[in-house]
């Protein structure tokens, strides 16, 4: 397949949107391993936060990259969308419709969904911007007793928040509905999925998804349940 035939057949936006869901899929999973440090208290997710700020030759050639990812990956999801739809003016017949699965069938509304929350995400917890946090703070202020970026006690005071930690918990539900069926269909348009591994291979997408999304709502969940707030107190952070 040629660079030309890659970007204008169907055959090879499947394959740039496999890929890209690949290299989204591994990022979505290091970036749960970092903010899981959260239960290993202040001092580790502090340094894990910093570590990542310092090191800016490589903090925005990854942010860069991370971007033309999905963009490509929107870009090609919403192009075979289109070829699709196009290529079936007729609807589907409803005993279609029922065989297909919810996932399956909302892949762009909720891939679309989820780019508006990471957008939010990082105005919130990256780009810091105080009118969207809904706490009344500035996250900027916040510094730990070495004055680092006090990660930990923005991620609490962030979450304790119900609105944000409900919108959270809501944009992983969605996360886990795209990747169930997303994974599994990563493996199949790079010709990975035979029939002989094709259920070892839905069943891996199936549990990856639910181990990502438990992972990512045990921290708003933590949180909001009292998490960390004795660390507020003993800061003076606590309201």
Not at 22 to 45: C, D, R, Y
Not at 121 to 144: M, S
Request: net charge positive; proline share 4%; charged share 10%.
């Amino acid at each position: 397949m040629n660079g030309s035939n890659l970007f204008t057949s169907s055959l090879g936006k499947k394959f740039i949107m496999a890929i890209t869901g690949m290299a989204l899929f591994l990022f979505v999973v290091l970036h749960l391993l970092g903010n899981l440090q959260v239960f290993l208290g202040p001092e580790a997710i502090n340094r894990y936060g910093n570590l990542l700020q310092t090191n800016t030759e490589i903090l925005w050639p990854a942010r860069i990259i991370l971007l033309i990812l999905v963009g490509l990956h929107i870009w090609s999801a919403v192009k075979l969308s289109a070829e699709n739809r196009a290529a079936r003016p007729v609807p589907y017949a409803q005993t279609e419709i029922v065989a297909a699965s919810y996932a399956s069938r909302t892949m762009l509304m909720s891939g679309l969904i989820i780019l508006a929350f990471i957008i939010y995400h990082l105005l919130h917890f990256t780009v810091q911007v105080p009118g969207i946090n809904l706490t009344g703070r500035n996250f900027v202020e916040l510094e730990d007793a070495t004055h680092q970026r006090d990660v930990f006690a923005m991620m609490v005071i962030g979450f304790r928040n119900p609105f944000v930690s409900a919108f959270y918990i809501i944009a992983m539900l969605l996360l886990f509905l795209h990747l169930s069926h997303g994974v599994s269909a990563m493996f199949q348009s790079l010709g990975w999925k035979s029939p002989a591994y094709g259920p070892l291979i839905a069943r891996f997408a199936v549990v990856a998804s639910w181990l990502i999304f438990l992972g990512y709502i045990s921290i708003p969940i933590a949180i909001y349940l009292g998490y960390g707030q004795s660390y507020l107190a003993e800061r003076g952070l606590l309201k």
